[in-house]
Structures are given as structure tokens and as C-alpha cells.
């Protein structure tokens, strides 16, 4: 998947798969606006968990202290675009 | 030059016996919400803790090891005598001297022991069984008694809502003796010290980890060391009865498992849970786990024993056993 170049649709798609695998929440509910904290309920150990798998994913580098910045679905879909 | 003689060892080891102690004092997430900003839930879904125990404030690290101690050597059908070396693990002593295992060993009435402490923090255990094991094989010791022992709550800050959740106090024991057969597989371990800022003592008295960055570490670096262990012994990840990671949070317990599967680890395979009741324990978690594990049922006589620890330094270390 980083060989070619990845649609924004892409990548939420993916995003939306991995959120759904780390913690239970529906694909459909993983939409670009939404805060992974506030909106998704999602703890700061399985955003770990999420950038770990995004990193397989997309083949990009999350380190913490940008993870720290992600706080959005979109954030992230922004990180992934620029980084992959 | 002149050439020395050497000792003689043994082709191999097992442990012979199992021990633990936890205090009597029962520490439950509500007692804790009353004293910080947390609760049951949270408690229960970030690091998978109901509850730990505490020691008092005159119950000491050298305390809870003796008892330990105690319990392996009775559990192992072994007097004092029998043993000439003893092995404690920890990371927690008041202060560096003296160490606990002199006091330890001279508590138990093993005379004149070689005693150390060994402090590789939550990979302890692991660290010292493998040293025991060597120490038994190159000849220098007879019997080793291995005494994971920690009182955490000396060095945690009571209202860090990060890290008081966590840690708790215990010991763990292990006698470690010449075998017919080889019971303890060889160690995979080593040490990330290009990490140490991620765990260390914020002004020289209280833990402070840097939560994200370890749970990162322990969730994708240590199942690879799992494995090493696996293949070191000459086994596969389906030989695996028993799954002990260090009790540091379940969901890395959880993650390490969920690894170990995806690469042929048993579904039955047993995976410790023994935070639920005990917390971290750092060095004692992984013998508090199997001595609560054997008595429960989960774990039995022969059962192949995976341990892998893992913590601050950031140091590592895992093996397979034989379970006694």
C-alpha cells in the first residue's frame, strides 16, 4: 500500500479498520471530523497501539511526541498523506 | 604460566521449588480513588488491576523475601543447609548498602551464603534464574535460592495517579538445583539502554515512566524475545503451555500473547493474569504468578513455562522452564 499513492479515502478506510480492530468501534463511525479521545473514546495506550499498526499499515513513522498531535481522525489521515 | 584448576559443574538445572508472599494489606481501586483523580473503571481498563496489596510501613522488602524464601526451601523438601547461594532480585532496597541478600540469607540460616542483589527492575527474575542456573552448571554453587522481592510503594508517589495504580509489593521465590534432566532453557535477554529516559526515579524518590513510549516498547519488542527463548531452547511457540510476561499492565500481557499466537503460540495456551490481584510487582511478579497459578490449578508439574521480563534500564530477559 505505501508503494502507490494513497487517496485521502484510503487511508481513513484504513485507519477505520485498524480503530475497529484496537477498540471495538464501527468502521462507519471513523469519519474524518471526529476526535479519537473525545469522539471514539479511545485511551492513550491504544492510540499506541493504533500508530503501531498505521505504521505497518502505511509504512510511515509515528513517534510519540507527534502522536501526542493527532488528536483527530483527520490529524492523522493529514500525518499519513504527508509522511507515506 | 601456571594453569588453575577449575570447579566442576553440572550438564544441567531445574527449579526445585516455588514460593511467594504477598502483605496481608488488600488495596482496592475505590480506596484509591479516594486519595486521586481515577476510579474502578479506569483503573480496570488501562492497566487491568482490581486490586493489590501493600505492605505496611514497618514491613520491610528483606521481610517479605525471608518469607518467600522460606516457602521455595519448604516447598522444595530443602533444609537451609542444602542451599549456599542466594539471588535477590530488586530494584527497591532504601537505600544500595547493604543489600538484601546477606540479611536474607543469614535470616534463613543459610551460613556463610555467596549472596547478591541483582537489579535488571521488572526483568529481575528472569535475569537471576538464568544467573542461578549458570552458576549451578559452571560449578561455583550448589543450590541457588532465587528471591524476586520489591516494595514498591516506597518509591511511588501515593497521589501519582500514573503510577500508584500500579505498583505494589511482594516477593517471589525459586530454588534452583542440579537436574538429571535440563528443566531451564537458555536466556534470550539484553538491554535498550537508549531508552532509560523512559523509566526512572524523578528526583532520585519517585518512579516516572513515560507511559506511551514504554507500552510502544513492551507491546512490539518483547514477543520477538518470547521467541528467541522459544527457539533457543530448541522448542516451538506451540510447545508453550504457559505464558508468564512480567505482570506490568494486562494489555501488554495481553499484546504479548496475541503475538506469540500469530506465530503458532497454543489459543490454550495459559497466559498469567496475576496483576488482577497483585498489581506490579516488578521483580516478584513473575514467581508471585506462578506460586498463584500452581495453587489455583493453571499451571502443573512438567507444564513448559514460558517467563520473559522486562522494565526500566530498559533491560530484558526470558526462558523457557520446566514447571516444578
Not at chain 2, 520491610?60 to 524464601?69: K, P, R
Not at chain 2, 527497591?92 to 543489600?99: Q, R
Not at chain 2, 512490539?220 to 522459544?230: C, E, G, R, Y
Not at chain 2, 510487582?281 to 522486562?310: E, K, N, Q, W, Y
Request: glycine share 8%.
Amino acid at each position: 500500500m505505501a508503494d502507490k499513492q494513497l487517496t485521502e479515502q484510503d487511508i481513513v478506510a484504513g485507519l477505520a479498520e485498524i480503530v475497529e480492530e484496537v477498540a471495538g468501534v464501527a468502521q462507519d463511525e471513523v469519519t474524518k471530523e471526529k476526535s479519537f479521545v473525545d469522539d471514539l473514546d479511545i485511551d492513550s495506550l491504544s492510540m499506541v497501539e493504533i500508530a503501531v499498526q498505521a505504521e505497518d499499515k502505511f509504512g510511515v513513522k509515528i513517534p510519540d511526541d507527534e502522536l501526542a498531535n493527532l488528536k483527530t481522525v483527520g490529524d492523522a489521515v493529514t500525518y499519513v498523506a504527508k509522511n507515506s | 604460566m601456571t594453569s588453575l584448576r577449575q570447579a566442576t559443574g553440572v550438564a544441567a538445572t531445574r527449579i526445585l521449588g516455588i514460593g511467594s508472599f504477598q502483605p496481608e494489606r488488600v488495596v482496592t481501586n475505590d480506596d484509591l480513588s479516594k486519595v486521586m483523580d481515577t476510579n474502578d473503571q479506569w483503573i480496570r481498563d488501562r492497566v487491568g488491576i482490581i486490586e493489590r496489596r501493600f505492605a505496611d510501613k514497618d514491613e520491610l522488602l528483606v521481610d517479605m523475601a525471608v518469607t518467600a524464601g522460606k516457602r521455595a526451601l519448604a516447598d522444595a523438601g530443602l533444609e537451609p543447609s542444602d542451599v549456599d547461594t542466594v539471588i535477590v532480585p530488586n530494584c527497591t532496597m532504601p537505600s544500595p548498602i547493604p543489600n538484601a541478600a546477606g540479611q536474607v540469607a543469614d535470616r534463613l540460616g543459610v551460613t556463610a551464603a555467596g549472596a547478591f542483589d541483582l537489579n535488571a527492575a521488572c526483568a529481575g527474575f528472569c535475569y537471576g534464574l538464568s544467573v542461578a542456573s549458570d552458576l549451578i552448571k559452571a560449578g561455583s554453587s550448589g543450590r541457588v535460592l532465587v528471591i524476586g522481592a520489591e516494595k514498591l510503594t516506597d518509591v511511588v508517589d501515593p497521589i501519582d495517579r500514573a503510577n500508584a495504580i500500579i505498583f505494589a509489593d511482594g516477593a517471589g521465590a525459586a530454588v534452583v538445583g542440579p537436574s538429571d534432566t535440563p528443566q531451564i532453557g537458555p536466556v534470550a535477554w539484553g538491554s535498550a539502554g537508549d531508552l532509560v529516559d523512559t523509566i526512572y526515579m524523578r528526583d532520585h524518590r519517585y518512579i516516572h515512566q513515560e507511559g506511551q513510549s514504554v507500552f510502544r516498547w513492551a507491546t512490539t519488542k518483547i514477543a520477538p524475545v518470547a521467541l528467541d527463548a522459544i527457539a533457543a531452547a530448541g522448542l516451538q511457540p506451540s510447545d508453550i503451555d504457559v505464558l508468564i510476561p512480567h505482570q506490568a499492565n494486562l494489555r501488554i500481557v495481553e499484546a504479548i500473547a496475541k503475538r506469540l499466537r500469530a506465530k503458532g503460540a497454543r489459543d490454550d495456551m495459559v497466559v498469567a493474569d496475576d496483576i488482577k490481584y497483585s498489581g506490579n510487582t516488578s521483580s516478584a511478579s513473575i514467581p508471585l504468578a506462578l506460586d498463584h497459578m500452581r495453587a489455583a490449578g493453571r499451571v502443573s508439574r512438567a507444564d513448559v513455562v514460558l517467563a520473559v521480563g522486562f522494565g526500566a534500564g530498559l533491560s530484558y530477559a526470558g526462558q523457557v522452564f520446566i514447571a516444578p
